[in-house]
Nanobody, 123 residues
Framework: QVQLVESGGGLVQAGGSLRLSCAAS????????MGWFRQAPGKEREFVAA????????HYQDSVKGRFTISRDNAKNMVYLQMSSLKPEDTAVYYC????????????????WGQGTQVTVSS
């Protein structure tokens, strides 16, 4: 069992930066692949980034490549999403998710989800 709590969201101007954090509890965190997803109003939840349990593999949605960086600290049970050069289209609720299996870009592959944190980018 893994419990996830996101933080770090807020209002930022276009071009700005934010760092989202996800605090995980549960003894299986260090072996879990982790992902960030987002959902904008009226849209389906979409994949943003994912990282393997040992940080050896990462995946990104094409629209965030070069702007977002996912990382994790297994010693602290934390996952981060550093977001830079933010655009209004990045506005969404961002969710942290844990997957007991392999790293995946599919939401259906993730077993545990946080409650989400709102990111709003103004133009």
């Amino acid at each position: 069992q893994v419990q996830l709590v996101e933080s770090g969201g807020g209002l930022v101007q276009a071009g700005g930066s934010l760092r989202l954090s996800c605090a995980a509890s549960g003894r299986t965190f260090s072996s879990a692949a982790m992902g960030w997803f987002r959902q904008a109003p009226g849209k389906e939840r979409e994949f943003v980034a994912a990282i393997a349990w040992n940080s050896g593999v990462t995946h990104y949605q094409d629209s965030v490549k070069g702007r977002f960086t996912i990382s994790r600290d297994n010693a602290k049970n934390m996952v981060y999403l550093q977001m830079s050069s933010l655009k209004p289209e990045d506005t969404a609720v961002y969710y942290c998710a844990a997957n007991n299996g392999r790293i995946s870009v599919l939401a259906a592959a993730y077993d545990y989800w946080g409650q989400g944190t709102q990111v709003t980018v103004s133009s």
